[in-house]
C-alpha cells in the first residue's frame, strides 16, 4: 500500500530552524492568552523551554516578536508584537501555499519520468490563490508580508547552528585596526552597541566592512554578572537590565537578563556565585563579557 505524502513547513536558512510548527502555535498561544504560563501549559511545554525559544526569535529580529508588560490593573503579561503577528501570518499562508502545490503535484508523482518532467515545466506558472485555484506567480511572501526582503534576512539570522547561548544581529558601525587585530565595533539599535576582536585575516575572511551585517555569537559560560555599583572591569562590553529568569542547580545557575528592546543576555554562573550576589528575579545587574569572547558570523 502507497504510503501517504505529506509536508511540513519549516522557515530555516543554512540548515537551522527559525520557526517551524511548534514556535509558531507557541506565538499563537501567546496571542490567545497574554501570557507564557498559560500559553506553555496549553501546548504544552515547560515554561522555560518556552522562553528559551522566544529569547532566541527575540534576540537575532531587529523588531520583538513577544513583549513582556509588567503591572498595571491585570498585574502585567505577555503579547505578540505587530512584527510577531506578520511573521505568524507569514508562516501559514507559506504553509497553505505548500499545502496547494502537494495537493496540485500529488495525482503526478507517481507518473512515469516523461510525463513528471512535463508537470514540472507547467508548475512554475501555477500559483494556488486562496480558493486553491491556479493564478498569477506572484511570490507568496510579497502577498503575505510587504517587508518581504526584511523577513529574509530574518530567517537567515536565526538558522545559523550554534551551541552559543546568546546571538546577536546587528551591523558593523566601525573597524578600529591594528597590525594583526580588528577590533569590530556592532550597533544592534542605536542605544546598543558590543565589540568584537577578530585577527584582521578573520576581518577579511569575513568580508567585514561598515554597513555589513552579522551575528555576534556569546557562550553564556563567557557571561561575567555584576550587580550595584561594583568596580571597573577590563571586559569591554556591558549591558545593563532586570534579571527575569533564574534556574538554579546544586552547582550552577542560569540568569537571564532583559536589556531592552525585547533583547536577553543569559550567564551561566555557580550556585555560589548566585547565592552570594543576592541575584533574584526582579532585581537590577549587568552581563559583562570580553571582546575576545564575542564570535562573529556574516550574514551576507
Known amino acids: 500500500m502507497p504510503r501517504a505524502l505529506s509536508l511540513s513547513t519549516r522557515l530555516t536558512s543554512a540548515g537551522s530552524l527559525l520557526a517551524g510548527e511548534n514556535r509558531i502555535r507557541l506565538l499563537e498561544a501567546v496571542g490567545a492568552h497574554g501570557s507564557i504560563t498559560r500559553a506553555a501549559k496549553s501546548l504544552p511545554m515547560s515554561y522555560k523551554a518556552a522562553w528559551d525559544a522566544i529569547d532566541a526569535m527575540n534576540n537575532l529580529s531587529e523588531q520583538a516578536l513577544v513583549e513582556r508588560s509588567t503591572g498595571g490593573r491585570q498585574g502585567g503579561g505577555t503579547r505578540l508584537t505587530d512584527a510577531g503577528r506578520r511573521l505568524i501570518a507569514t508562516f501559514r499562508a507559506l504553509e497553505r501555499e505548500q499545502q496547494g502545490a502537494l495537493a496540485h503535484l500529488r495525482p503526478h508523482l507517481r507518473q512515469p519520468a516523461a510525463r513528471r518532467g512535463a508537470v514540472r515545466a507547467s508548475a512554475g506558472k501555477r500559483t494556488a490563490g486562496s480558493n486553491g485555484e491556479a493564478g498569477a506567480a506572484t511570490p507568496l511572501a510579497a502577498q503575505a508580508v510587504p517587508e518581504a526582503a526584511d523577513l529574509q534576512l530574518l530567517l537567515r539570522r536565526l538558522a545559523v547552528r550554534t551551541s552559543a547561548r546568546n546571538q546577536f544581529v546587528g551591523r558593523v558601525l566601525k573597524l578600529n585596526e591594528s597590525k594583526l ?3 569590530v ?3 544592534l539599535d542605536a ?37 550595584g555599583d561594583g568596580a571597573l572591569t577590563s571586559a569591554r562590553n556591558h549591558l545593563s537590565g ?29 550556585r555560589e556565585s548566585l547565592d552570594r550576589l543576592g541575584v533574584a528575579k526582579g532585581k537590577a545587574a549587568s552581563a559583562l563579557f570580553k571582546a575576545s569572547s564575542v564570535i562573529l558570523v556574516a550574514l551576507d
Open 185 to 187: 565595533v556592532v550597533e
Open 191 to 227: 542605544q546598543t552597541r558590543i565589540a568584537a576582536g577578530v585577527t584582521r585575516d578573520s576581518a577579511r575572511a569575513l568580508g567585514l566592512a561598515v554597513g555589513s551585517p552579522v551575528l555576534a555569537l556569546v557562550k553564556a559560560s563567557s557571561v561575567l554578572l555584576g550587580v
Open 242 to 270: 532586570t534579571v527575569t529568569r533564574v534556574v538554579s542547580g546544586p552547582i550552577s545557575a542560569e540568569v537571564t537578563l532583559a536589556v531592552g528592546a525585547g533583547r536577553t543576555v543569559t550567564a551561566g554562573i555557580t
Open 181 to 183: 587585530s580588528v577590533e
